[in-house]
């Protein structure tokens, strides 16, 4: 089994200084992260303002700060090695990573826009 | 005294800044130690001059007052600990992770909840640890913890979640995180404070309506979370001998009476004690001594408080200013109950009047309401509106627990739900509101009776939930900036003005706004200090005296903090409706 490490943006306190329209996509991938467990995955968050030396003692984590900063988090790592930044992933995409059979994989809950059809 | 009869082991006082809660501890302090217990007072007042008080150098460690045998005292600076916190959580990645980075993690941690959790965080061993306090029988803390922060500790939610379970949900610990001692250590120090037998809670108020309604949320509020013994203190009440024909003393003492006749109902069941002003000032033992004393106090009492020479500019000067520019955003900040509503109506008017035909949208969210009424309608390019905090925050509220708490489990949305009882939470959700009327600022006068921290701002910057919210309201057209942010910091677009009083622990959290303001890029354009009594030019000796020691605070902000000022006289009448408020920015010499 892979490990899945997520290394997050400095999460601000759920007060909501966030915005309160902002979070969808946190709160989707939340639930993806709870499914991939569900299904045996090995996933860890990393949050940059709680956890700072989680960032700061990994080398590829801290060499991507250096290089693009911490508004190019997320960052996502699996068995060590860079899989993703910039985004969230997907369901189908966590999936993948750990070897979960996907057939008839439903979207997130709460598909971003289901009447818009962005998706 | 009524609320020193058998005191309990643990004494809180707990009130607005600058309503005599530290003078009051250490004249508590200093009565139960020369009644023959054996006291600490410990003060985590920012402005503490508990050192001054008693002629010591005391600091974050537990000194014996030589003067008063049995009485200790301790000094517990919120900001260091704050500091010291943010230090354990940041230092290990100082110097390892980018500097902007770094600066990142800091502003988060900078906000006034941090810094009351830290502030909690130093003082709970005293709570808890008996060996540390088993020399004393009482001890006097001059500020308490608020229901938000007991209520946090106290949730189980607190304490799993991120760190414990990487679960890393929507939600997080915020400043928790950083907390040092054990969960068990929280818990026996919030079921101390919330133990009659062992804590007691003064209130502190001053006599104005205002003041005692927001006292009576706090006590409904503390009580609902368990510390029911409660005891009220009105402190500074004006003695009625001291009006002799002065029409302000004579209508403060009016004021006052009639506050303390309409005392709200939720704190009539309290034993409540009153404490005149006094004549002197609080610094020495003897002045402590005198301060609970009961003898009437000599009004007439004249001992040489010359009828001091004032000179200071008056809010004509900065509304002509303002004036001048044609358009803009004007932002009162400060306090609350330095008047800030008042203020921004005054000079909302002034500049209707002063720039006919140049339209002025005043936006309050004053929760009386009372002003926007006599005011809408009163001067045709002067519009008012109004923005209920209380409706705003709670929309904003069940959005949030709409959108974030939606996946959250009992747990989680319990600590939300707390986290959305903060004092950010109003700040974000009143200014959310505001946002959509500052587009006008563009072309008209735009005076706002709020503005956000520039922690808030920026975090709100931080995370381009401003900008988004801006864009979103401007709908693509309006005003050209680059940045909203850049719109707050452009003194030609805004003005943010600083509202404070002339007593030294309102000016101190004052120039406490104005470096958080710092830190956003945004440089206060002026402050005003209002409800001065020495520019009301009193004649009653006892106002002459409050007078005289305005003047050093004055001064204060004239040269340390301001680049520009104005100072604002205490009226005989509340400034409301037209001509009152109209007398508040008349210039100097002309109105009062």
């Known amino acids: 089994m892979r490990t899945i490490q997520i290394f997050d943006p400095a999460l601000c306190c759920s007060t909501g200084v966030c915005g309160v329209d902002v979070d969808q996509a946190l709160v989707d991938f939340a639930a993806d992260v709870d499914w991939a467990r569900q299904n045996g995955a090995r996933v860890e968050r990393f949050n940059l303002a709680q956890q700072p030396l989680a960032f700061a003692e990994n080398p590829t984590v801290k060499g991507f700060l250096e290089r693009s900063g911490h508004e190019g988090l997320p960052l996502v790592l699996v068995d060590g090695d860079v899989a993703m930044a910039g985004r969230y992933p997907s369901r189908k995409e966590l999936a993948r990573w750990a070897g979960i059979v996907t057939i008839g994989v439903a979207p997130a809950q709460s598909a971003c826009c289901s009447d818009s059809g962005c998706c | ?592």
């Open chain 2, 1 to 592: 005294m009524r609320f020193l009869d058998h005191p309990p082991r643990f004494l809180f006082f707990t009130g607005k800044g600058g309503v005599g809660k530290t003078s009051l501890a250490c004249a508590s302090a200093v009565t139960l130690a020369e009644a023959g217990r054996r006291v600490l007072l410990v003060s985590t007042d920012p402005a503490s001059n508990v050192g001054q008080v008693f002629g010591l150098a005391i600091g974050n460690r537990i000194t014996a007052i030589p003067a008063v045998p049995n009485l200790s005292a301790l000094e517990i600076d919120p900001q260091d600990a704050a500091r010291a916190y943010r230090d354990r959580l940041v230092g290990p990645v100082r110097g390892v992770l980018p500097d902007a980075v770094v600066k990142g993690i800091e502003e988060q941690l900078s906000g006034a909840c941090t810094t009351e959790i830290a502030a909690f965080d130093e003082f709970t061993a005293l709570l808890t640890d008996a060996g540390l306090t088993a020399g004393f029988e009482h001890i006097v803390f001059d500020t308490a913890p608020t229901g938000h922060t007991i209520r946090l500790l106290q949730l189980p939610g607190a304490w799993s979640g991120f760190l414990e379970t990487g679960k890393g949900d929507a939600s997080c610990l915020g400043p928790l995180a950083g907390l040092e001692k054990q969960r068990s250590q929280y818990q026996a120090a919030v079921a101390a404070l919330a133990d009659p037998q062992r804590t007691r809670l003064v209130l502190v108020a001053r006599a104005q309506r205002a003041a005692l309604r927001e006292v009576a949320r706090t006590h409904e509020e503390l009580a609902a979370i368990g510390l029911s013994r409660q005891s009220l203190v009105i402190n500074g009440i004006l003695p009625s001998g001291a009006a002799q024909g002065d029409a302000l003393a004579a209508a403060i003492v009016r004021r006052e009476a009639e506050a303390l006749a309409g005392l709200p109902v939720a704190l009539q069941a309290l034993p409540v004690d009153k404490v005149a002003l006094k004549p002197f000032n609080l610094v020495g033992l003897d002045a402590l001594r005198r301060l609970l004393a009961d003898d009437e106090t000599d009004a007439t009492d004249d001992d040489g408080a010359e009828a001091c020479a004032f000179d200071a500019p008056a809010l004509s000067s900065l509304v002509d200013a303002i004036a001048a520019d044609g358009h803009g955003l004007v932002m009162l900040m400060g306090k609350g109950g330095v008047g800030k509503t008042t203020l921004a109506a005054a000079i909302a008017l002034a500049l209707a009047l002063a720039r006919r035909g140049l339209p002025v949208h005043l936006t309050t969210s004053d929760p009386a309401a009372h002003l926007a009424k006599t005011l809408d309608g009163a001067v045709d390019t002067l519009t008012v509106s109004r923005i209920d905090p209380r409706e705003e925050t709670e929309r904003y509220r069940r959005q949030v627990l709409a959108s974030k708490g939606a996946g959250l489990d009992a747990e989680g949305r319990a600590l939300l739900e707390e986290d959305l009882r903060s004092p950010c939470t109003e700040e974000i959700a009143v200014f959310q509101a505001f946002s959509r009327i500052i587009r006008e600022a563009g072309r008209k006068f735009v005076v706002m009776d709020t503005a956000p921290t520039g922690h808030t701002l920026l975090l709100l910057d931080a995370t381009g939930a401003y900008h988004r919210e801006v864009s979103r309201q401007m709908g693509g057209k309006g005003l050209h900036f680059s940045t909203p942010m850049m719109q707050l910091q452009d003194p030609e677009q805004t003005k943010t003005l600083i509202v404070t009083l002339a007593e030294t622990t309102p000016v101190l959290e004052a120039a406490r706004l104005q470096e958080d303001l710092r830190r956003a890029g945004i440089e206060p354009w002026a402050w005003v200090v209002n409800n001065s009594v020495a520019a009301s030019r009193p004649r009653a000796p006892l106002l002459r005296r409050r007078a005289a020691n305005e003047l050093a605070e004055i001064d204060a902000v004239a040269t340390r903090h301001a680049r520009r000022y104005a100072v604002v006289p205490l009226l005989d009448e509340e400034p409301v409706g037209v001509a009152r408020l109209l007398q508040l920015s008349a210039p100097a010499g002309t109105g009062v």
